[in-house]
């Protein structure tokens, strides 16, 4: 067996593994490079795998940079099936399509006011593209083996970490080989806790806070302090939020504080039709998430849920005391922008981020203590209070991870580390290396890996 890392080593990002086993190919993950526009830059390069021998594509969980360059596989001709779990496949759809949207809206901006190298600038796929390889996805149970073929089953096991989210395991020959996609924490907010695992033959792990402590959680006492204090200034508080997971855990801390009465007399909103439309298929997924039905209609009470554009545009207008969630996550586009256009710079309004924020986007802008934020193509003057809460992290951190490992009965023949930051994923090796003595290397790019 064969195992060679196209993307997320090195980097949290552009995940993508290819395992070769006799005549079997499979892919799991497919994700876009984000952030740094080097790693941007990797998404047009051609990916040296050929797509006629490729025969499966499996999926961890519906974050863009684990299925973002699924449509570019399926424009450069891959016709076959990728596997997700139920959850997975219906916020895949919502996420493909928005992306593809947001590709095709850059190309024509770029065209519009030609500053890309490109004449004339070209999406990176379109939302057709999007369609077909929603056309593609086929959907399973967690913790039930399917075959493959006549050597090869896999399994979906929970791993905690967003709805649907699941460690893909396969039997290869009897040789089990696990791939935790992203692995949450050890008492998400929402969600199940990840399930361990026996016994393993080879462990792809990642290791986005490899050498991280989490902080314990006190996110209700922080939100709230933060809404007192701008409502007692008569501002807005704006959270700019991710669609998927981050926006159901504010919902569902609004919630308990509203239950409590503790929430001052304003609206609250979600303005983000990806939001709304992943808030839906939250709810309709009982069986992946721990909301009970007083949970589910608790925050359905709490907060308008608004798509439709005209309703978002007299939201913006209204510059009455109000708690916003809106998309981009990390400020990068989306309506939040059309809220900070308002609200940025005027010192009774409030923006409190609520999740990470890559190198170069504008919400790293605003931790960074910035005085302007470009948008819109202009420069506006950072007035509004920033302030963050960092205890949200859906990833688990270097404890829980060994906490995940260490369940496993016997070491593996080999721990491959991935997905992180080069000093995060080194820092786990040590970590590993010392408290385990397992047998474990930090995954290379375009590496090959032999697994035996
Ligand atoms: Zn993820």
Redesign the pocket.
């Known amino acids: 067996m064969k195992l060679t890392f196209f993307g997320g080593a090195g980097t949290v990002t552009g995940s993508k593994a290819l395992l070769e086993s006799d005549f079997t190919k499979i892919l799991i993950d497919c994700g876009l490079f984000q952030g740094l526009k080097e790693l941007r830059r990797k998404n047009w390069d051609k990916l040296p795998i050929d797509l006629d021998e490729l025969n499966l594509v499996i999926l961890?969980?519906a974050?863009l940079?684990?299925i973002g360059y699924l449509p570019v596989l399926v424009k450069n001709g891959y016709t076959k099936n990728i596997y997700c779990t139920k959850a997975t496949e219906d916020l895949a759809k919502i996420i493909l399509l928005d992306s593809a949207k947001i590709q095709e809206e850059d190309a024509k901006r770029a065209n519009k006011y030609s500053y890309s190298n490109h004449k004339p600038a070209f999406p990176l796929y379109t939302i057709n593209d999007a369609k077909k390889t929603i056309n593609q996805l086929k959907s399973f149970e967690l913790n039930t083996w399917y075959p493959i073929n006549i050597d090869i089953q896999f399994k979906f096991l929970n791993s905690g970490?967003?709805l649907g989210?699941a460690f893909v395991l396969l039997n290869i020959k009897g040789k089990i080989i696990v791939f935790s996609?992203?692995i949450g924490r050890k008492k998400p907010i929402l969600l199940p806790r990840y399930k361990y695992i026996d016994k393993a033959d080879y462990v792809v792990i990642e290791s986005t806070y490899g050498n991280r402590l989490h902080k314990k959680r006190k996110i209700t006492a922080q939100l709230l302090r933060y809404i007192k204090l701008t409502y007692s200034k008569g501002g807005i508080l704006i959270i700019p939020s991710f669609s998927v997971e981050r926006a159901q855990e504010i919902i569902y801390f609004l919630s308990l504080l509203k239950r409590e009465h503790k929430l001052p007399q304003i609206p609250i909103y979600l303005d983000s039709p990806m939001g709304v439309n992943a808030t839906e298929v939250y709810f309709k997924y009982t069986n992946y998430h721990t909301l009970t039905e007083e949970d589910i209609n608790s925050m359905i009470n709490t907060v308008h849920l608004i798509s439709d554009v005209t309703t978002s545009k007299s939201i913006v207008n209204d510059l009455n005391p109000k708690i916003v969630i809106a998309g981009s996550g990390m400020i990068t586009g989306g309506r939040v922008l059309h809220y900070l256009d308002k609200l940025i710079s005027d010192k009774k309004n409030s923006i409190l981020i609520v999740g990470y924020q890559a190198e170069g986007t504008r919400g790293r802008s605003l931790l960074s203590g910035d005085s302007e934020l470009k948008f819109f193509g202009k420069y506006h003057p950072i007035k509004a209070e920033v302030f963050k809460i960092n205890e949200f992290s859906?990833?688990a951190d270097q404890s829980e991870l060994l906490d995940w490992l260490q369940h496993f009965k016997e070491a593996p023949n080999l721990t491959i580390i991935n997905h992180g930051e080069p000093h995060q994923s080194q820092a786990l090796k040590v970590k590993i290396k010392t408290a385990l003595g397992w047998k474990c290397t930090v995954a290379k790019m375009n590496n090959e890996y032999y697994l035996n």
């Open positions: 961890t969980h974050h940079d684990h970490h967003i989210s996609g992203d859906g990833h």
